[in-house]
């Protein structure tokens, strides 16, 4: 999906109007986390203003997830808002190293690689199908959100193992 700087040109201020699709095999294959997508659906405007190019909108697509915490799998509605400005190959804004302006090489922006990255970005490397999650026992391995096992997990280093015992002797 490449937008023509041409053509944002010649609508001298009006939006142009912007749906398309990212394409999930490649961004499933770039983030570990994904375990399927659907398309991510792209909705959103550019527009010429003064000297700069800008583009906005939404990226949404349905997300399969494994839960870190209980293995189970879900599946989340993810929304990444997105906003761009993109400054011409001629410009005479001066760019300085921190500003979020990209500078255009050709005679077109090229989007959809900035939208995989946008999108990737918004997907988290600890996915938790809710976020008071309470895992899986470590003793049983029940699945602790369905059922209560009653294993007394106390965590105890085994080196501070002693040293429990010391306290619990000396307040005999
Ligand atoms: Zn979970
Ligand atoms: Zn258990």
Redesign the pocket.
């Known amino acids: 999906m490449n937008i023509k700087l041409t053509d944002l040109d010649h609508r001298k201020g009006e939006p142009l109007p912007l749906r398309f699709t990212l394409d999930p095999v490649e961004l499933k294959k770039r983030h570990q986390e994904i375990r399927g997508l659907t398309p991510v659906e792209v909705k959103g405007e550019a527009v010429k203003l003064g000297d700069l190019y800008y583009v906005n909108g939404e990226m949404s697509a349905d997300v399969d997830f494994v ?6 799998p ?1 599946t989340q509605h993810v929304v990444v808002p997105f906003q761009e400005t993109f400054s011409p190959p001629d410009a005479a804004v001066e760019l300085d190293e921190d500003s979020d302006i990209v500078p255009l090489e050709g005679d077109e922006i090229e989007l959809v690689p900035l939208m995989q990255e946008d999108f990737l970005l918004e997907i988290p490397v600890f996915p ?3 976020e008071d ?3 899986l026992c470590p003793s049983c391995g029940t ?1 602790r ?1 369905e059922q209560m096992c009653g294993c007394k997990n106390e965590r105890i280093d085994p080196r501070l193992a002693g040293l429990a015992d010391f306290f619990k002797n000396s307040t005999e």
């Open positions: 839960c870190a915490r209980c293995l189970t879900f938790l199908c809710k999650c309470l895992g699945n959100n």
